[in-house]
């Protein structure tokens, strides 16, 4: 047991490390898996989100989306 919760640690710092502590999901969607495309937000200018202040929005490009996919097998 104690393996497997040290391969997802390790899985969820590969694939959402970027994004820094806080990876936001929706509720609904909390035991889903979630392959990012990008990276903060493209507007970025909400006065109550402090979730991807400091970090600049991109674009994943698809060979890393392709190897998170791979991550995931």
Request: hydrophobic residues 30%; contains cysteine; aromatic residues 16%.
């Amino acid at each position: 047991m104690t393996n497997r919760i040290q391969q997802i640690n390790k899985f969820k710092r590969d694939i959402y490390g970027e994004y820094g502590f806080y990876y936001y999901v929706p509720m609904a969607e909390a035991y889903t898996i979630q392959i990012p495309v990008t990276i903060s937000c493209s507007y970025n200018k909400c006065l109550y989100c402090d979730l991807n202040q400091h970090k600049k929005f991109r674009e994943l490009s698809l060979g890393e989306i392709e190897s998170n996919i791979q991550k995931l097998r």
